[in-house]
């Protein structure tokens, strides 16, 4: 968790400093803005490509209180 938060606060220091240096540079800002999109797209393709196998894997998964009774 700790550095999911540390990459969230790099990527809002590191973005906007992108974002104007492109400005500057004579980019566009529908170019900037689908380019941001790209890394969002990528995330929803993984989440649908995994989520269903996580999901089988915890049907799978009979948890610790099965693995110590004594039964």
């Known amino acids: 968790m700790g550095w999911a938060a540390a990459m969230g606060r790099v990527g ?3 973005g906007p400093a992108a974002g ?3 400005l ?3 980019g566009r800002a529908q ?3 689908l380019a941001a999109l ?3 797209a990528l ?3 993984a989440l649908v490509v995994v989520a269903p196998r996580l999901r089988a894997r915890s049907k799978d998964h009979t ?3 099965a693995a ?3 039964r």
């Open 12 to 14: 809002s220091i590191v």
């Open 20 to 22: 104007g240096i492109l």
């Open 24 to 26: 500057g540079l004579q």
């Open 31 to 33: 170019g900037m803005v």
């Open 38 to 40: 790209i890394p969002g």
């Open 43 to 45: 995330a929803v393709v």
């Open 63 to 65: 948890g610790i209180a």
């Open 68 to 70: 110590t009774d004594p």
